[in-house]
Structure formats: C-alpha cells, structure tokens
C-alpha cells in the first residue's frame, strides 16, 4: 500500500475518532491536559473499561435527559483513577444549540459554599469572629432593623441557626420580581428591606431553618467589612487564587463564555418556560454566581481534597455540621447529604431554571458536579446513578 496513502488514513481515521468522542464527552486521566485522549492513555482513567465506561456515562446522561424532560445536562465525575466530563442536550431551547461541557450555568445556592471561605477567610485575618453579633458588622443603618441582631452570631447565618425571616418567600418581593427588569440588579439592601416587617421564625440558635436570607446578610457584613463588593471579594479571594476564569457574579459582572438558558414549569401548566428575562434577585449573595464544570472541579479540590483554599482551623469550623433530625445537616455554607448521596458534602442550588450538585465523597475520594438546565428534576437521583455506574452497581 502506498506508505503516504496509508499515513493519510491513520490521521483521517484519529480525527474522526477523536471528533466522534468531543460530541459524546471527554475522558481526562490524571495530570493529562487534553480533552480528548487515545487508546494507549484509556487505562489510566477507570479500573475497567475505559471507553465502555465513558459510552456508559454517555448513553446514562443521554437517557436522563430524554425521560426526564430536561433540555441540557453537563456531568463530570472525578475518581482516583481519573475522570469523565459529558454533555448532552441543548443548552436553549429556542436555538436548539448543543449543550457542551463548557457551558456556565447558574449555580444558584451553591454560591454559599462561595460565600462561606470568603467570610471563613476574613475570620482568618482577624476582620470577623464567628461568635460575634452581626450587629458589630452590619451597616448602622440596617442593623436596628434585624430583630435579635445583637444576638444573632455570624455563624449563626452561616449554618441557618439565625431564625432570621425570609426575604424570597414575601408577597412584595414576589410581585416586585415580576416586573423587574434584568437591566436593574437588585442590591442586597434593597432585598433586606423586604423581611423588616417580617416576624422571626426562630430564636437564634434554636433550630436549622434554610433561609436566603442569612446570606443576604453576610453579603452586607462582607461589603461593610471589605468596603467593596461581593463579587469583588470572591474574585480576589477565590476566583483568581485558583485560575477559575470562567465563574463570574450574574448581572454584577461582565459574561464569560457561552451561559445556558434556564428553564422551569413557571405558570404550573406542565410546559418548560424560559427563565432568561427574569430577575428573582439573581447576582445576589443567597446564589449569584454563573459557573462551569470544570471550575467548580477545580474549587472543590482546593476545598475539600488538598484543603488549601482554608486554613486547617477554618476547615474544621466550616465542618461542624448541625444535624436537622432527617439525616441531613448543615455545616457553614455546607450540606451533608443523606440519601441517595450518604455521607458525601457540598451543595446543592436551584433556581433560576438550574438545579445544581457539587458533591464530594470523602471515603472514595470522588467529587461529582452535575448541571441541569430545568430546576423541576431531582439532581440527588441524577448524581447517584451516575456514581452507580462508575462503581460498577
């Protein structure tokens, strides 16, 4: 056979290889920058089948997608051995465009976990103690109008202790949402006022409540502290410490990358609605940051596995967890997840048309971070079977 002839079908055949993979995910073994890799590498990503696990993933994320009604989905597992990153659906509706691995997505509440090493960091530099009241913190001019604020402890928002009342959940934020435009952020002072004339729903310290509110007011405590803006901080302190240059704050900063659309069952009639004019006080500090897979990987092993991002003295305060009686429990700006994903920590969001994972499992030493684009699905039960099928169940 012609020996330039026979040269031209091995690259033409490793291109379309290669493509064929980039369309169904990509595997990445340890310490291996490519997106995509070859035979000879595949044994260093799964004990077993490599390219049988990556089809299995693949074809699991495929079917998710199609049975549950969710436009996109992106998943990307983590293991010893090495990790699978896939995509599948559409990222909009609308323009039918693909999902990729690449895309951000609102993360929603699992910006707290964010906000948490911020505010664990600024203890760290002697700025704020856990212990004290938030009312030592707070502008001047919010603080008298938060009841038990001098009772109230900085840890007590972190780990939903405070019994503060809920800003989302009153009628005047609801109808104000509604026609509020996206060219209008809201601040967190504005969102505050909406729970002065709410009644507590708690003492402080009595009870687990998860309420947005808390870190609305951390938000507060962080900008009176570091006398600029939340997103300002998490950037500085988080986002340019760890090279992640695709996570920025909603409507506070400039878009990076290609953003998914949001979608949820708005007006309760069964069909998918887009999300992507509303302003349900998106960019605040309760879930306003827009991420990518890749990055909440990188956050994740700083956080949880090489546990650099915090000192050892922060890491163990983030980790006291309060246990709310049902097998799931809080630590500061952490869940504890019980079923189906028992004993893993991270977190969890929706809104905004997103339902998000991060979840780490300290025992196997697997991280996975699954991103859907409908908030209507239970990402728990998405997540676990795909753990299922990198552990062989």
Same mark, same amino acid.
């Given at each position: 056979?012609?020996?330039?002839?026979?040269?031209?079908?091995?690259?033409?055949?490793?291109?379309?290889?290669?493509?064929?993979?980039?369309?169904?995910? *990509?595997?990445?073994?340890?310490?291996?920058?490519?997106?995509?890799?070859?035979?000879?590498?595949?044994?260093?990503? /799964?004990?077993?089948?490599?390219?049988?696990?990556?089809?299995?993933?693949?074809?699991?994320?495929?079917?998710?997608?199609?049975?549950?009604?969710?436009?996109?989905?992106?998943?990307?597992?983590?293991?010893?051995?090495?990790?699978?990153?896939?995509?599948?659906?559409?990222?909009?509706?609308?323009?039918?465009?693909? /999902?990729?691995?690449?895309?951000?997505?609102?993360?929603?509440?699992?910006?707290?976990?964010?906000?948490?090493?911020?505010?664990?960091?600024?203890?760290?530099?002697?700025?704020?103690?856990?212990?004290?009241?938030?009312?030592?913190?707070?502008?001047?001019?919010?603080?008298?109008?938060?009841?038990?604020?001098?009772?109230?402890?900085?840890?007590?928002?972190?780990?939903?202790?405070?019994?503060?009342?809920?800003?989302?959940?009153?009628?005047?934020?609801?109808?104000?949402?509604?026609?509020?435009?996206?060219?209008?952020?809201?601040?967190?002072?504005?969102?505050?006022?909406? /729970?002065?004339?709410?009644?507590?729903?708690?003492?402080?310290?009595?009870?687990?409540? *998860?309420?947005?509110?808390?870190?609305?007011?951390?938000?507060?405590?962080?900008?009176?502290?570091?006398?600029?803006?939340?997103?300002?901080?998490?950037?500085?302190?988080?986002?340019?410490?760890?090279?992640?240059?695709?996570?920025?704050?909603?409507?506070?900063?400039?878009?990076?990358?290609?953003?998914?659309?949001?979608?949820?069952?708005?007006?309760?009639?069964?069909?998918?609605?887009? *999300?992507?004019?509303?302003?349900?006080?998106?960019?605040?500090?309760?879930?306003?940051?827009?991420?990518?897979?890749?990055?909440?990987?990188?956050?994740?092993?700083?956080?949880?596995?090489?546990?650099?991002?915090?000192?050892?003295?922060?890491?163990?305060?983030?980790?006291?967890?309060?246990?709310?009686?049902?097998?799931?429990?809080?630590?500061?700006?952490?869940?504890?997840?019980?079923?189906?994903?028992?004993?893993?920590?991270?977190?969890?969001?929706?809104?905004?048309?997103?339902?998000?994972?991060?979840?780490?499992?300290?025992?196997?030493?697997?991280?996975?971070?699954?991103?859907?684009?409908?908030?209507?699905?239970?990402?728990?039960?998405?997540?676990?079977?795909?753990?299922?099928?990198?552990?062989?169940?």
């Amino acid at each position: 056979m012609n020996l330039r002839f026979l040269a031209f079908s091995k690259i033409l055949f490793a291109t379309v290889f290669v493509i064929s993979l980039g369309f169904a995910g *990509y595997l990445v073994g340890d310490n291996i920058s490519q997106r995509v890799i070859g035979k000879s590498l595949a044994k260093q990503v /799964m004990p077993t089948s490599t390219v049988g696990k990556s089809s299995q993933l693949q074809t699991l994320l495929n079917e998710i997608v199609a049975e549950q009604r969710i436009p996109g989905a992106v998943m990307y597992i983590i293991t010893p051995k090495g990790s699978w990153l896939g995509a599948s659906g559409v990222d909009d509706l609308s323009s039918k465009t693909r /999902m990729k691995p690449t895309d951000g997505f609102s993360i929603a509440s699992m910006s707290k976990t964010f906000m948490a090493v911020v505010v664990l960091k600024l203890v760290e530099q002697g700025k704020i103690e856990l212990d004290r009241a938030i009312a030592t913190y707070l502008p001047t001019d919010i603080s008298p109008h938060i009841v038990n604020s001098d009772k109230i402890t900085v840890r007590q928002l972190l780990n939903h202790t405070s019994g503060v009342a809920e800003y989302l959940e009153t009628k005047e934020f609801i109808q104000a949402t509604a026609k509020r435009s996206r060219s209008q952020p809201w601040t967190a002072r504005e969102a505050i006022q909406y /729970m002065y004339q709410e009644e507590p729903q708690a003492n402080p310290g009595e009870k687990f409540i *998860y309420t947005d509110c808390n870190y609305i007011l951390l938000e507060l405590i962080v900008e009176n502290i570091t006398k600029g803006t939340l997103a300002q901080a998490i950037r500085s302190q988080i986002l340019k410490p760890l090279g992640l240059k695709h996570t920025f704050t909603e409507l506070r900063e400039p878009t990076i990358g290609e953003v998914a659309t949001g979608y949820g069952d708005r007006n309760k009639d069964g069909k998918l609605d887009s *999300y992507a004019e509303v302003n349900d006080g998106n960019g605040l500090g309760d879930g306003g940051l827009v991420s990518t897979a890749e990055d909440l990987a990188k956050f994740a092993k700083a956080l949880f596995v090489k546990k650099t991002l915090l000192s050892s003295k922060m890491m163990k305060e983030m980790l006291k967890f309060r246990d709310n009686g049902e097998g799931y429990s809080y630590g500061l700006g952490v869940e504890r997840f019980s079923s189906p994903l028992a004993k893993a920590i991270g977190h969890s969001g929706t809104a905004y048309g997103f339902v998000t994972l991060l979840a780490y499992l300290p025992n196997q030493n697997t991280t996975i971070i699954v991103l859907l684009n409908n908030q209507n699905v239970d990402i728990k039960s998405v997540a676990r079977t795909g753990l299922d099928v990198v552990e062989n169940k």
